[in-house]
């Protein structure tokens, strides 16, 4: 892990042995061992006997020559990928069904609100027989509004409709990529792998209260919480971004921008 300072995957640990552990695995207060290391970089990996526990914990180091330690986190950011120009094409079938299901729905001004897409979204994924999924909820469906609305209508319109189904698709990819069972949902640990590949960088506090926030007493996440999550995260990334004039990532916020903030996303 030569000069990496970011959370390792898990592939890390498929394809690189341990140089060192603890003898016995065993559920104990206190463990404490002794190893002869070559200088090089090391990671020290404290956990729970069981999974999906939480506790605090003290981890003391002692070295003959003097060493240096320092705790791996990521850096919080996103990736932003450029919105698709609007340039005339030819609607693909999807397409097609779409705007016939959102002009069923919305009527003349082909606009909908947040009860309204549940529906056209729902009518679309029960089409998708591999994905296991009760649909979406309505609090689901109010926060995607948010996140595309850009006139502050409570509405979106068939364009904005169709870049937010874009969004979907590509999350609906990672989420299946991560759902091997084919159960309808995903645990904690693949939730953070499945947060990285959709560009988002978070450490290790903001993916606590991600598993509290959107995971069952089981820890696992169904497919309406996954998305819920990820709108979440990209509407809070684009609100900051647009407060972080000079993108420094430091914001200055009063009391009304602070609430409109985070009602809105």
């Not at 705790?71 to 609007?86: C, G, L």
């Not at 709108?231 to 009063?254: E, Q, S, T």
Request: proline share 2%.
């Amino acid at each position: 892990m030569h000069g990496t300072k970011h959370h390792l995957q898990k592939d890390f640990f498929l394809y690189n042995a341990s140089k060192a552990r603890s003898k016995t695995y065993i559920n104990m207060r206190e463990i404490s061992e002794r190893f002869r290391l070559p200088p090089s970089e090391y990671v020290v990996i404290p956990s729970t006997y069981e999974p999906h526990q939480e506790g605090e914990f003290i981890l003391r180091v002692f070295s003959e020559k003097r060493s240096l330690s320092e705790e791996v986190e990521n850096m919080i950011e996103a990736e932003r990928p450029s919105r698709p120009s609007a340039k005339a094409r030819e609607e693909t079938e999807e397409e097609k069904q779409f705007r016939n299901i959102f002009r069923q729905i919305a009527g003349d001004d082909m606009e909908i609100n947040a009860e309204e897409l549940r529906n056209v979204l729902n009518n679309v994924v029960k089409k998708h027989k591999d994905l296991k999924t009760e649909g979406f909820e309505l609090e689901s469906c109010r926060s995607m509004i948010a996140l595309m609305d850009t006139d502050g209508s409570g509405k979106i319109n068939f364009d904005e409709f169709r870049h937010l189904w874009d969004k979907i698709k590509s999350w609906q990819k990672i989420f299946k990529r991560y759902d091997t069972d084919h159960s309808g949902t995903i645990n904690s640990y693949e939730m953070r792998n499945a947060v990285n590949d959709a560009g988002f960088r978070l450490n290790n506090q903001l993916y606590d209260i991600i598993t509290m926030r959107y995971a069952d007493k089981n820890m696992n996440i169904d497919f309406d919480s996954f998305i819920c999550c990820f709108v979440r995260l990209d509407a809070m990334f684009r609100a900051f971004h647009a407060f972080d004039k000079d993108g420094d990532g430091i914001i200055k916020l009063n009391v009304l921008e602070w609430l409109q903030l985070t009602m809105y996303a």
